[in-house]
T-cell receptor, first 110, second 127 residues
Framework: QSALTQPASVSGSPGQSLTISCTGT?????????VSWYQQHPGKAPKLIIY???YRPSGISNRFSGSKSGNTASLTISGLQAEDEADYYCSSYTSSSIVLFGGGTKLTVL | EVQLLESGGGLVQPGGSLRLSCAASGFTFSSYAMSWVRQAPGRGLQWVSA??????????ADSVKGQFTISRDNSKNTLYLQMNSLRAEDTAVYYCAKDNSPYFGSGRYGAYYFDSWGQGTLVTVSS
């Protein structure tokens, strides 16, 4: 039950777009459209920002978008803002009937 | 408004036990699967256990199988996590999280995303 693979850190300037990848296997990301993304600010609980690969919950900015190709899912943040600086986690359901999270990506807004 | 309030965390010696609770309000508790997710200090999120809305199906990560037991009391709108034989590596903030489906584990049915989270309760295993 290894964690999904995410880059440890990414950075971008305000207004830019960036993408965070989340790589799994054919037992999870590659088979199921149950990929979700969470944003976590320091000392706070995680917050759902994308579910079922590409759907945004009500109230989440359309600057956040999700996609999937093969065993890799991606979160794209456009028009980067200072408030986007946080940790981001992907997760996926797996064929073992469990949920796996990615190791997390620290986003820095320069 | 959905509210999830965890309690029961604290300092426990290695080998000890704790029972965490999560009081839910603002939604029909029995209609949704629930999970526990933990986060060790400075580390990432780790899914721990899940239970279907009816309570009839439970699932756990290999790392806690046989050690932790998830349960729920739908009459009390409360989720539980019984943790036994605690080890230092179980030290973490434990979050309860609401799923968006009553089902968990079938693959074909279920949502497998967590749309509401509690504030977390810290469990520290240390002598």
């Amino acid at each position: 039950q290894s964690a999904l693979t995410q880059p440890a850190s990414v950075s971008g300037s305000p207004g830019q777009s960036l993408t965070i990848s989340c790589t799994g296997t054919s037992n999870d990301v590659g088979t199921y459209n149950y990929v979700s993304w969470y944003q976590q600010h320091p000392g706070k609980a995680p917050k759902l920002i994308i579910y079922s690969v590409s759907y945004r919950p009500s109230g989440i900015s359309n600057r956040f978008s999700g996609s999937k190709s093969g065993n890799t899912a991606s979160l794209t943040i456009s028009g980067l803002q200072a408030e986007d600086e946080a940790d981001y986690y992907c997760s996926s359901y797996t064929s073992s009937s469990i949920v796996l999270f990615g190791g997390g990506t620290k986003l820095t807004v320069l | 408004e959905v509210q999830l309030l965890e309690s029961g965390g604290g300092l426990v010696q290695p080998g000890g036990s704790l029972r965490l609770s999560c009081a839910a309000s603002g939604f029909t508790f029995s209609s949704y699967a629930m999970s526990w997710v933990r986060q060790a200090p400075g580390r990432g999120l780790q899914w721990v256990s899940a239970i279907s809305g009816s309570g009839g199906n439970t699932y756990s990560a290999d790392s806690v199988k046989g050690q932790f037991t998830i349960s729920r009391d739908n009459s009390k709108n409360t989720l539980y996590l019984q943790m036994n034989s605690l080890r230092a590596e179980d030290t973490a903030v434990y979050y309860c999280a609401k799923d968006n489906s009553p089902y968990f584990g079938s693959g074909r049915y279920g949502a497998y995303y967590f749309d509401s989270w509690g504030q977390g309760t810290l469990v520290t295993v240390s002598s």
